[in-house]
Each structure stands twice: as structure tokens, then as C-alpha cells.
């Protein structure tokens, strides 16, 4: 079966397959526009990681030889920039709760809100010294129960 699309959107799929795989690769070789929604190559589960969205990314990258031509999601500033928008915050008044420095950290640095790290996930506290400035979040906490008092709520 010949397969159409003119945009092959990549997320996390719990369900992925070879055959959702060789489908979206047709797309992308007959000229579908290639979206990513958020590029974490892994999701934290309580006892290790499962593939994320980057990670099944990774399988039609190296197929396809292409590049995402969009990433809407983390670590692009987008899908944050409409969502404050949407709202009417203004990022200096808005905060980003992530547990990965280089994507969730890095994001809401870059859109001047305040970056807040949860211990839960994949970073830890000794990874934040030897992160890039831009990479290093206004907050660490241990957990996710912990964000209002981060926040002063």
C-alpha cells in the first residue's frame, strides 16, 4: 500500500512498530515535511528510562537521512512562546518545571522564565556544576510536591 502524507509528525508513541516506521520513512522519501514534537531521548520511569520521542525520531533520521524541519515541542521556545501567549503570562512571570538540563533547563532560560529542576528524573544535583550557564536552572527540587513552595505558593 502506497502511503501519502505532507507532514509526518513524531511524538512519543507507546505503541511504535516497524510498520509506523516504514510508513512515515515513505512519507519522508516522497517529500513530507518532518515535525518532531519534542526531542527527549528518553522518559524517566521509576525504575530506569523508556525511549522517548528523540529516540523514535532517531530511527527515521538515520533511515531517511533528514533532519526534523521543525521541533514544536522542548527544546524549541514555540510551543512556550504560544502558550504564554494563549494565557496572556509573561515569561518573567512564568516557571518551567523539568527534570533535564540540556532540553527543559536550556528552554526556559532561553525564554526568560524561571527554570526550575525536579530531582526525580534524569538530572542530578552534581550535573548542574559542570552545566553551561544557560543550562543551569534558578531552583532545584527534590520533588514535584515541592514546586509551590519553590514558588512561594
Known amino acids: 500500500m502506497e502511503k501519502r502524507a505532507e507532514?509526518?509528525?513524531c511524538g512519543l508513541d507507546r505503541?511504535?512498530?516497524?510498520?509506523?516506521?516504514?510508513g512515515a520513512l515513505q512519507c519522508l522519501n516522497a517529500g513530507a515535511k518532518f515535525i518532531l514534537a519534542n526531542s527527549d531521548p528518553t522518559l524517566p520511569r521509576e525504575h530506569g528510562a523508556s525511549p522517548g520521542s528523540g529516540a523514535i525520531a532517531a530511527c527515521l533520521v538515520c533511515a531517511s537521512g533528514r533532519k526534523p524541519d521543525a521541533v514544536v515541542g522542548k527544546p524549541s521556545l514555540y510551543l512556550v512562546r504560544e502558550l504564554l501567549k494563549l494565557h496572556g503570562?509573561?515569561?518573567?512571570?512564568?516557571?518551567?518545571v523539568g527534570d533535564r538540563l540540556e532540553i527543559d533547563i536550556r528552554m526556559a532560560n532561553a525564554a526568560g522564565m524561571k527554570s526550575v529542576l525536579v530531582l526525580t528524573g534524569v538530572a542530578r544535583r552534581s550535573d548542574v556544576g559542570r552545566a553551561p550557564k544557560g543550562d543551569r536552572p534558578w531552583k532545584i527540587i527534590g520533588s514535584a510536591a515541592e514546586i509551590g513552595k519553590a514558588l512561594g505558593i
Open 15 to 22: 505503541q511504535v512498530n516497524y510498520e509506523k516506521l516504514d
Open 7 to 9: 507532514f509526518v509528525v
Open 89 to 96: 503570562v509573561r515569561a518573567r512571570d512564568a516557571a518551567l
